[in-house]
């Protein structure tokens, strides 16, 4: 069976880049090893994305992010003192976004064209440095220093945009918070609706989450979010919550974040093999969400792998990002169609950018 390429809606690869030290164009060995014996971050010597490893993967095209929290003094999550600070810091982000491109590593996907383009490339080019195509996506709306930067942002390639991350937010209320939209969040919406940017519903608390569709009428997908009913948690999403997705036409990433797959995980504290926490623990995911639906049609990839953890907080018998190939092996073993697995690997995420684009 010939692999499929693979849609990945969820990478931090500018955040790791950039706040991790990792030239993301060296080994995993080499960006493993020179991080030996540090201890600021809990995932240092364990990252298992890269370039190489992503198209070991036949990773085409990943959605990756800008990150930058704004936090007031009561806050007590990372975070920068203005908004000004963290608008500057997704500028640094996408600065190294654009070196990687003009070092022919990542390729900017923008609108259809540059999508069909890159499509037809990847599929016919077998060199092993081939360039990755990346969508532009924000999380978290806080470096939005006031709703008029939105256009600048799309202007440079931004695309989808998840107005929170985790706590309160300067447009809306995120994970682990509670309350609607902020003041500006509507007007947020309204800009995000006419720049036809899509609404990443992933991160919003429940009261954010429901105001947010309530006020959008564009394009929703969840980038990278498992179901509550299996894992229980704010930051996953309820049955009401993926029936109202399913019904505005959203598509939602399975994240391979270990916590959010498997239950009675604690943080900085459990592992993977204890914990039992494989690969196949995000088809149940998959399946809970498929049953809902009653098609494959709402699934796709968001792995997160690079989001402030690594091998210790993955599937045990995940090593690299390229053992994203063995989600179709496991859909096959459940009955998958393999129509349905290429939906999947890619499929969905492909019809929803064709039709939110065209
Ligand atoms: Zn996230």
Redesign the pocket.
Known sequence: MASHFIFDA?LDLSMNALEWNRDLRKSIKEIREREKGMTDKPDRGKGVVNFEELRKGNVAIVVATQIARYVSPDNSLPGWHSPEQAWAQTQGQRAWYREMEEAGELTAITDLNSLEKHLKNWNSDSSPTKSIGYILSL?GADSMVTVSYLEKAYQYGLRALGPA?YGPGRYAMGTDATGGLRPKGKELLKEMERLNIILDA??LCDDSFWEALNNFNGYVWAS?HNCRSLVDHNRQLSDDMIKELINRGAVIGGVLDAWMMVPNWIRGKSLPGEMNCSLEKLIDHYDHICQIAGNANHIGIGS?LD?AYGKEQSPYDLETIADLQNIATLLTRRGYTEADIEKVMHGNWLRFLRKAWA
């Open positions: 969820h999380e991350h992933t991160h990278h997160d989001g």
